[in-house]
């Protein structure tokens, strides 16, 4: 499986573990085509309306992950119940500097193992590229307008009409 379709299919399913982990509810962990950001889609349709509407972010911009870890959470104990699937977590590690990280933890449904730990690597890795690679006003632009076109309930924009506005604005064709 190469590492953009792992990371861009959406065929592992997650859960998105939170304090309260109580109610659980899954996910689809991907990212988006160009690759912007890190997004995850909650498959109960009302879940995810609640959420939004409750202004919880479903997305990590890739640029801002430090570290992504497979396997038993370091920043905090599991509780005895929760022990039988410290295997299947995914953690990732995000923040807006060194000082000031976050983790984001995901539990893997899927029992393969190995499928977790290839889309950690993947996920890793396209972190890495996008970090060191040069980026442009345009990728910014875009960069800050993928979560309203890809981690939205509803799709809020379409690519063609930023395209359009962007060549409007400056009365250029890109």
């Known amino acids: 499986m190469s590492t953009d379709s792992i990371l861009k299919d959406g065929k592992l399913t997650f859960l998105k573990y939170e304090e309260n982990f109580t109610i659980r509810n899954s996910v689809c962990l991907q990212i988006d085509p160009t690759p912007y950001i890190l997004y995850w889609r909650y498959k109960d349709p009302k879940v995810f309306n609640t959420k939004e509407l409750a202004h919880e972010k479903n997305y990590i911009y890739l640029e801002r992950i430090y570290d992504v870890r497979v396997g038993k959470p370091t920043d905090f104990d599991l509780e005895s119940h929760e022990k039988s699937f410290e295997r299947n977590f995914l953690t990732v590690v995000s923040g807006t500097s060194i000082t000031n990280l976050k983790f984001t ?70």
């Open 105 to 174: 933890h995901f539990v893997c449904l899927d029992k393969d193992e190995k499928k977790l730990k290839d889309f950690g690597s993947a996920l890793f890795a396209t972190v890495q590229r996008v970090r060191r690679e040069e980026h442009g006003l345009l990728y910014h632009f875009r960069k800050k307008l993928a979560p309203k076109m890809y981690a939205a309930f509803t799709q809020r924009c379409l690519e063609e009409e930023l395209v359009y506005f962007f060549c409007s604005l400056f009365g250029g064709v890109l």
